[in-house]
């Protein structure tokens, strides 16, 4: 006789919906942006019911919260990990900013969402906080607090220093990817990378 489990199958189909609907609701802020996307929209696009849609997110800010969160927990995992930084300085930055330039060059979905955001954050102030709460302060507390468990380094203020790091890498990221840059302002990486690091392990000595 087969026993079917009722509630991991509902949780299953619940978890597969919601997916669904965060996939197809990508699609429509990639296309329309934030102000041109529906819930109707992301319904179609999701091959769910408006009233699928709504079962699970109350509006569309909602909806756009959840898929930015999910966006950051993603990239975070990828680039820090899922336990605290430990390691040489020289090495552990020099990976960071490697697996972050490289998640940002490699993942167009995220490079185009992120055109969507900055391009809709002056209309809507709200979804740019979202972002700055979700995606960099996180990174910047991880980076904050390894720099100051590392009395080596001799850095006096480990969160100013964290976000210059963050803020190379992004700047590099928005003007060469973003902002169809490479070709005006030719840089690998690497280069970038190693000069900010460079400068905060050196500083020391």
Known sequence: MTHIKVGTVERDSTVEKVE?????????????????????????????????????FQDKEGLFKVLIEKL???????????????????????????????QMETDQ??????????GESGRFPELAQICVRAMMKPSLEALSQYMGAHPELEINDPEAVARILVGTLVHF????????GKDI???ESDRVIDAVTHLIVNSAK
């Open 109 to 118: 979905e995220h490079c185009a969402f992120m055109r969507v955001l900055i």
């Open 20 to 56: 669904q609907i965060l996939q197809g609701a990508m699609q429509e802020f990639l296309k329309h942006g934030y102000a041109g996307t529906s819930m109707d929209k992301v319904a179609v696009a999701a091959g769910v019911s408006k009233a699928t849609v709504y079962s699970h």
């Open 72 to 102: 950051a927990r993603k990239k975070f995992n990828h680039i820090f990990g899922t336990e605290p930084l430990e390691g040489k300085p020289i090495t552990v930055l020099r990976q960071i900013g490697t697996k972050a330039l490289e």
């Open 173 to 180: 990221h928005i003007v060469q990817d973003v902002m169809h």
């Open 185 to 187: 302002l030719p840089m």
